[in-house]
């Protein structure tokens, strides 16, 4: 199975500032790769999919980018209401598909 | 709107068995396939099953192989997952989503606890 190393864990940060979270899958997934976030209490919530495309009505401070194996997603300037969890998920060809550990992002 | 409703979560002694639901609606549920993801309490997200549109390819993760069976009723506009053998460890909210995951319903929760 594909294995998902995501980092860091937790970051926390000031409004404004520019944060970013890391995705290494074990092998080669193409560009199959979403971001979700996720809010306490709630589903998640798909930002990014196929890596590097803004879901729609997502705000444009989310990006990701990134292929093969390493993924980046940047938020490019923390908002109080991006405070959540965010995933990483590969859906290279057939599952099972895995996702990341998470990164708490709260506000310093 | 796009939406996904689950039901059938509960307390279960472990052992024991239950049967959730996803209700679709807003979409034509017979052209995606299907998948069930779970989260157990402070831990991370994990892929359970997925089913293709017509049901006739289905995979599941190691965890539950041989003890959970997805389906789905096209006409019914549902999807469905039989949990049976539960144990502590299954214990988690149960979200289903549609195809690409770009649709989650709100989860219902499973305990599995004597």
């Known amino acids: 199975d594909i294995q998902m190393t995501q980092s860091p864990s937790s970051l926390s940060a000031s409004v404004g500032d520019r944060v970013t979270i890391t995705c290494q899958a074990s092998?080669?997934?193409?560009?199959?790769l979403n971001w979700y976030q996720q809010k306490p209490g709630k589903a998640p919530k798909l930002l990014i999919y196929d890596a590097s495309n803004l879901e729609t009505g997502v705000p444009s401070r989310f990006s990701g980018s990134g292929s093969g194996t390493d993924f980046t997603f940047t938020i490019s300037s923390l908002q109080p209401e991006d405070i959540a969890t965010y995933y990483c998920?590969?859906?290279?060809?057939?599952?099972?598909?895995?996702f990341g550990q998470g990164t708490k992002v709260e506000i310093k | 709107q796009v939406q996904l409703v689950e039901s059938g979560g509960g307390l279960v002694k472990p052992g024991g068995s239950l049967r959730l639901s996803c209700a679709a609606s807003g979409f034509t549920f017979s052209d995606y396939y299907m998948s069930w993801i779970r989260q157990a309490p402070g831990k991370g997200l994990e892929w359970v099953s997925y089913?293709?549109?017509?049901?006739?390819?289905?995979y599941y993760a190691d965890s539950v192989k041989g003890r959970f069976t997805i389906s789905r009723d096209n006409a019914k506009n549902s999807l469905y997952l039989q949990m049976n053998s539960l144990r502590a460890e299954d214990t988690a909210v149960y979200y289903c989503a549609k195809e690409s995951m770009d649709v989650w319903g709100q989860g219902t929760t499973v305990t599995v606890s004597s």
């Open positions: 089913i293709s549109s017509s049901g006739s390819t289905i």
């Open positions: 092998q080669d997934i193409s560009n199959y």
């Open positions: 998920q590969q859906y290279d060809n057939l599952p099972p598909w895995t």
